[in-house]
């Protein structure tokens, strides 16, 4: 299969050496079966980051900028631990995203242009390259009816078309405090090019695989 992984920063940025190391070599096994492509967020750092820009004055452009930045950075990281396993460059296109993609190995980038986050860049990635399946490994386990954390009737879903996804993704932005784990753009993707996509909670190296093969209990959007 190809597969597209959107990989939340928040789940990379707080390893450690070891633990990055044993993430990479989930993603290698996967790569002796499937064509992988990784795109990394920003995580805390771009938060951090885009929080005393915006306290200095920037504009959101040049905030977004940074946070392009810091969603390379963390790509650079995943990049030492694969190792040989990555081509040692961070694609500013997807053109050279897909064609990195040829030589076997697995592609991992970051941001791509302001305005967006980078579950929209894997969404637009997923579409170019035809993949089976767009993975979103976050920080939530699935897509819920509300912020799990702010509403204690929120429910999991463990299934939804990608209608219902842009749907809910479009309210969730629009109601302060609350946050979908796609944003309405890549949602958006999602549906026009009805892309299956997964859901599931990244923390976990084991979801990786799960979410590609099965038995997971994340959110299989279809
Ligand atoms: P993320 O994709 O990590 O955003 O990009 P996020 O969804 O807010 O972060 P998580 O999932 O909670 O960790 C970080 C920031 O980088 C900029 C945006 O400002 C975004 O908020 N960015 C990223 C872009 O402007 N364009 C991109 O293509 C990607």
Request: net charge negative; charged share 25%; hydrophobic share 45%.
């Amino acid at each position: 299969m190809i597969l597209v992984y959107s990989l939340g920063g928040s789940i990379l940025a707080g390893r450690d050496a070891e633990s990055l190391k044993e993430y990479a070599a989930a993603l290698k096994e996967l790569a002796a079966d499937h064509q992988i492509y990784v795109v990394v967020g920003g995580g805390k750092i771009a938060r951090e980051y885009i929080g005393k820009a915006r306290a200095l004055g920037a504009s959101e452009a040049f905030c977004d900028l940074i946070g392009i930045e810091a969603t390379r950075l963390n790509s650079a990281l995943l990049m030492a631990a694969l190792g040989e396993a990555a081509p040692q460059e961070i694609p500013d296109s997807y053109a050279l995203a897909a064609r990195l993609a040829e030589r076997g190995k697995i592609v991992v980038l970051g941001g791509m242009a302001p305005g967006q986050t980078t579950d929209a860049v894997a969404a637009l990635l997923a579409e170019l390259v035809h993949a089976d399946k767009l993975i979103v490994a976050t920080s939530v386990d699935g897509v819920y009816s509300a912020d799990p954390e702010v509403d204690p009737k929120a429910k999991k879903y463990t299934k939804m078309t990608c209608r219902e996804l842009a749907s809910l993704s479009m309210e969730t932005t629009l109601s302060a405090g609350s946050r979908s784990p796609v944003d309405p753009l890549a949602a958006k993707i999602i549906e026009r090019s009805s892309i299956p996509t997964v859901v599931v909670y990244g923390g976990d190296v084991e979801n990786l695989k799960k979410a590609a093969e099965g038995g997971h209990f994340g959110t299989e959007i279809s």
